[in-house]
């Protein structure tokens, strides 16, 4: 079993963390999972809810974005405890209704954390915040809709409008979004996407052709020879993950795991739906561990790629797959010269890893025929980002690892809809090929300039050049970067819209006038005058499938979020683009998506099938890449690292197991061994004794950048076998110290797992949760 947790007592002197566990879910996981489920949605409504979950015939999951097997392969409980908090934080008993916001003013409000917020339970009805009041009041539907048509129509310019999307909202609701917004005469639509992912699809669509992973769920389960997991934590982030990865070992397959911290994930499995799992010792999932410095993963693949070159030399014809290069690549040559000229030393140094491991690790490549790798935020969001997952690319271009069943790159998505929000139109710099399809479709003539992406988003309303926010879900606040500027951003807005199904940071950070929207959330029926609806969603394999809530609705008051954008349309624009059909019937609103967006032929029909269908990707399906050229890309990338002073050193952010997002259940790690506090701060014991450090003291980061320094006060020092020169902390408490500038090139992504800081004695004793 994982090692259990201990409370740090207040006296920071002589305590202790057991360090990371070295198994994952097991019992432990059933006890914590039945406890958050009964005590949120109570016995019987939290069995029958939770038996509807990623259920062929149910609904998906509102927490991550991974797969679901074939539904034949399908148990009855398909899901796991990040799951079943996130099912349970939203089918709560609890409300936040018009009687709580007369009971606390906004100012009071704006003093909580946002665990506690959230735990008060759902939205009940629309709230108005009117300019100069202290208490958010009750406004009705046509009230609430009228106003933000009001203030959206009276713009001098469409473009003083941003419309922000969480990756959580249904494919319908996001076309009928990106539709609303163009049809205003703006592309500003910053969602999620900007701060997670945004830099695997720039590097894979530079190099392949196509912004999407590349796998399918029995690519990993059924048919790898190795799969490499790295600058990802599957056991707290991707928990079904697990189940596939222990399918892959038990028919032979090889796990590499690469990444800064020791996780629980990558020991033993304890598959708590079979008997190995809860009696015996489960499966340990990695074979090997490489413990990567924080941001050396592109030092560690150029290392890889070196060995391979070397291993080819010495045996030529026998280590890369020269037919495929030949027929389907271009840059090799230009490659291969590169890493012939790599120093061994300064691959060591920045990846934190030996010569000799490294080549333990090509050696394990050379025995695979299909190889995978895997990755998620701890790649994506670095300065020198897309230059790592372009070297990830070119390791799987050198043995043909593209376009064949059990190869290829795998960008594991965190929120359920995120890659069906892109697919759907999402996106601030959308083609002009689906533009057109769009006008066609709905007889007018969308914009062309780009439009703002979630940090030019940030930086233009705190510029004053925006007016209206209105965000589809989300928390915009704690996800983004740079809290402080970014919360005055929001304030400085005229009218901000939140449509969302719990009380968040974001709804207390409101324009000079503020409206909150509460919507139907994933769990519950959502019928509109046509009937039962379904709405559909996008997994990070690229299947698309149905979504059917089975819970009452939790207020009267509550509209899905189809129909809030379908309303808001109506009141702005009428309905020359027959909003009130797309409200009433969202099978009209799925064949415009299939005129609209590439690979939806026979929408309705093919989704009705049990598990959906799979999107088309072309270098997965024919091995023919979309790029200018018609060949995958090899690229040059050499080794970088951010620059980190003396004295100094590079912080990380991660989740605890106790959250999804920015959304906490509870302020526990069991995984890491800490138990009811998230200020903390991981630190390897020879970084402790060179900051004349103990564990357990109380301590500030400042993050040191070009414009400033952040600082982020009273944080618990950690002893943790992080690598020499790392530390680690949970956001969004650590999302203050990152510089709203501090991006990666090329998909401006914030550079969240690459803060310089300092650590410093704290300045005050008093601590926060």
């Known amino acids: 079993m994982a090692q259990q947790p ?48 990623n259920q062929a015939d149910g609904f998906d999951c509102p927490s991550c974005a991974w797969g679901e097997p074939a539904p034949e392969h399908r148990r009855t409980a398909e899901f796991c405890e990040n799951g079943v908090k996130a099912v349970a934080w939203e089918a709560t008993r609890k409300r936040v209704d018009a009687a709580f916001f007369a009971a606390h003013t906004v100012t009071a409000l704006r003093e909580r954390d946002g665990h506690w917020l959230e735990s008060q339970g759902r939205l009940a009805q629309p709230m108005h915040l009117a300019p100069g009041a202290t208490h958010y009041t009750p406004i009705t539907w046509d009230d609430a809709l009228a106003l933000t048509a009001a203030r959206l129509r009276e713009l001098p310019d469409p473009n003083r409008a941003v419309f922000y999307t969480s990756g959580r909202t249904s494919n319908e609701a996001a076309f009928l979004y990106q539709l609303l917004a163009r049809r205003l005469g703006t592309n500003n639509l910053p969602d999620c996407s900007n701060m997670c992912h945004e830099s695997s699809g720039a590097a894979l669509k530079e190099t392949l052709g196509d912004g999407k992973g590349l796998i399918a769920y029995d690519d990993i389960s059924e048919h790898a020879d190795l799969i490499i997991v790295v600058g990802q934590n599957p056991g707290t982030c991707h928990p079904r993950m697990l189940t596939a990865l222990e399918a892959a070992k038990r028919r032979g397959a090889r796990v590499i795991a690469a990444n800064p911290l020791p996780e629980a994930g990558f020991g033993r499995f304890r598959n708590p739906q079979t008997a190995r799992g809860l009696l015996g010792t489960g499966t340990r999932l990695a074979d090997r561990w490489l413990p990567v410095r924080v941001n050396g993963d592109l030092a560690l693949f150029a290392g890889l790629n070196r060995a391979l070159t070397d291993l080819e030399d010495a045996r030529p014809g026998t280590v890369l797959d020269h037919d495929f290069i030949d027929r389907y690549c271009e840059g090799f040559e230009a490659a291969v010269a590169a890493w012939r000229a790599l120093d061994w030393s300064r691959i060591e140094a920045l990846s934190g890893l030996s010569r000799a491991r490294i080549e333990a690790c090509a050696a394990e490549v050379l025995g695979a025929d299909r190889v995978i790798v895997c990755w998620a935020m701890g790649l994506t969001q670095h300065r020198n ?4 997952i372009r070297e990830i690319v070119d390791f799987l271009l050198l043995r043909g690892n593209i376009g064949r069943p059990g190869a290829g790159p795998a960008p594991i998505r965190g929120h359920s809809n995120v890659q069906g929000d892109r697919t759907m139109g999402i996106w601030e710099r959308m083609p002009d090929a689906f533009l057109d399809r769009l006008g066609d479709e709905f007889g007018f003539d969308p914009p062309r300039a780009h439009g703002l992406d979630t940090v030019g988003a940030i930086r233009a309303m705190r510029d004053g050049e925006v007016d209206v926010f209105v965000g589809l879900g989300g928390n915009f606040a704690s ?26 940071r974001s709804h207390l950070c409101p324009g000079t006038e503020a409206l909150l929207l509460p919507c139907l959330g994933r769990t519950e029926r959502d019928r509109q005058t ?6 559909t969603v996008e997994d990070t394999m690229a299947m698309v499938h149905a979504s059917r809530g089975r819970l009452l609705p939790g207020s009267p008051y509550l509209r899905s979020e189809v129909a809030i954008v379908a309303g808001l349309g109506l009141a702005l624009f009428g309905d020359g683009l027959g909003w009130r059909a797309m409200r009433d019937d969202y099978a009209v609103i799925r064949r415009h998506i299939e005129h609209v967006v590439p690979g939806f032929h026979a929408f309705e029909q093919r989704v ?6 799979m999107l088309p990707r072309a270098p997965r399906d024919s091995r023919t890449f979309p790029t200018a050229t018609g060949k995958a890309r090899f690229t040059v990338n050499p080794p970088t690292a951010a620059d980190v002073p003396p004295g100094h050193l590079l912080l990380t952010t991660v989740r605890s197991h106790d959250q999804f997002n920015t959304t906490v259940y509870g302020l526990d790690d069991r995984y890491r061994g800490i138990s009811g506090s998230r200020r903390v701060v991981f630190l390897n014991p020879d970084d402790l004794a060179q900051l004349h450090l103990r564990d357990g003291d109380l301590v500030d980061l400042i993050s040191v950048n070009p414009d400033g320094e952040r600082r982020a006060p009273g944080f618990r020092a950690v002893r943790y076998p992080t690598p020499r020169g790392c530390a680690a902390a949970y956001y969004p408490e650590t999302n203050v110290l990152v510089a709203l500038d501090a991006t990666a090139i090329a998909s401006n992504t914030p550079a969240s797992k690459s803060i310089v800081i300092r650590v410093e004695p704290a300045a005050h004793r008093e601590t926060g949760q």
């Open 6 to 53: 201990r409370r740090r007592p207040a006296d920071p002197g002589g305590t202790h963390v057991p360090g990371p566990g070295r198994s994952s879910v097991g019992l432990p996981s059933i006890t914590e999972s039945a406890r958050y489920a009964l005590t949120e949605m109570g016995p019987r409504r939290g069995l029958l809810t939770l038996l509807s979950v």
């Open 385 to 388: 980002a897309v230059a790592t």
């Open 479 to 504: 996800a983004t970067p740079d809290t402080q500027v970014t919360e005055a951003a929001l304030a400085d807005c005229a009218l901000t819209v939140h449509i969302a199904t719990k009380l968040n």
């Open 530 to 535: 046509s009937g039962e609806q379904f709405v």
């Open 608 to 613: 009705r099938q049990p598990g959906g269908f």
